[in-house]
């Protein structure tokens, strides 16, 4: 019994890479659900939801390894190593990432890392939270009229937002009607929004939603050139997703629509 023990003990394990959505645990796919069911090791990014880690198996190891722009986080390389060594004590790992793994996930460093050292690795996709976003909003990512397609970018390069040519990004979406998903922006709104107006009118519709998916989602509607001043003034943070493109065009005039006539009811 014990040599059985010892040799299973000893074996190689699994890894899966597994994306738990924007936050909502009814939007897990089910073979996310039974990926997490089954993992003895679990590596749980920041933004993945309590509700989401209450499915484990009650004697999974869970392992809290955040990773949130402008917070103290977990370093990739110890994150890494310790994906590595518990596959190589037999543990079936999950780690488990909010959104997609293959979207601003680093799934890819850890893909090679695991790869390098002869594992195999899984990937199950996951409902990123760009998509989360406008859906909660009620509007598409593409429209036959509006939007032809979407480039889907981080607001948080390695170098900051100055490594991101926006002016290029500008151009690109007016020239071709390509709807902007920005990731992780928030902090950098300021440099993205001058530099996206060189290349998009001032009354492009943006809208900034924080948290999707979760019953504490907010979000708020204005236009390119009141992008800084509204998250400051609804005091919007991080996690967020700021879109950009006439894909909102419908909900900017329908959050008009309904100011005027807030105003005029106030007035008498």
Same mark, same amino acid.
């Given at each position: 019994m014990d040599s059985g023990n010892h040799?299973?003990?000893n074996s190689l394990g699994s890894c899966t890479l597994v994306g738990a959505g924007p936050g909502d645990p009814e939007l897990l796919t089910l073979k996310a659900l039974k990926a997490i069911q089954a993992a003895s090791v679990l590596l749980v990014d920041d933004l993945v939801s309590d509700e989401?880690?209450?499915c484990a198996a009650p004697g999974a190891r869970i392992v809290h390894v955040g990773k949130r722009g402008g917070c103290r986080s977990t370093p990739q390389a110890f994150i890494e190593k310790l994906m590595l060594a518990a596959v190589r004590a037999g543990?079936?790992?999950?780690r488990l990432k909010g959104g997609d793994p293959l979207v601003f996930g680093r799934a890819g460093e850890e893909l090679e890392h695991l790869q390098a050292a002869g594992i195999d690795v899984t990937v199950v996709n996951g409902i990123t939270s760009g998509l989360a976003a406008v859906t909660?909003?009620?509007v598409p990512l593409t429209h036959r009229e509006h939007a032809h397609g979407v480039i889907f970018i981080t607001g948080h390069a390695q170098g900051g937002a100055s490594d991101i040519d926006w002016k290029a990004l500008a !151009? +690109?979406?007016h020239n071709a009607?390509?709807?902007l998903v920005i990731y992780m922006g928030v902090s950098s709104a300021r440099r993205i929004q001058d530099q996206l107006l060189s290349g998009l009118p001032g009354d492009t519709p943006v809208a900034v939603v924080q948290n999707a998916s979760l019953a504490q989602q907010r979000h708020a509607v204005c236009t390119l050139a009141q992008l800084q001043r509204t998250i400051e003034q609804e005091q919007l943070g991080s996690p967020s997703v700021i879109v950009v493109g006439?894909?909102?065009r419908g909900l900017? !005039? +329908?959050q008009l629509s309904a100011t005027s006539v807030q105003r005029r009811a106030q007035l008498g």
């Open positions: 040799l299973k003990k989401i880690v209450a543990e079936t790992v999950v909660a909003l009620g !151009a +690109a979406a009607k390509l709807t006439n894909v909102l900017a !005039a +329908a």
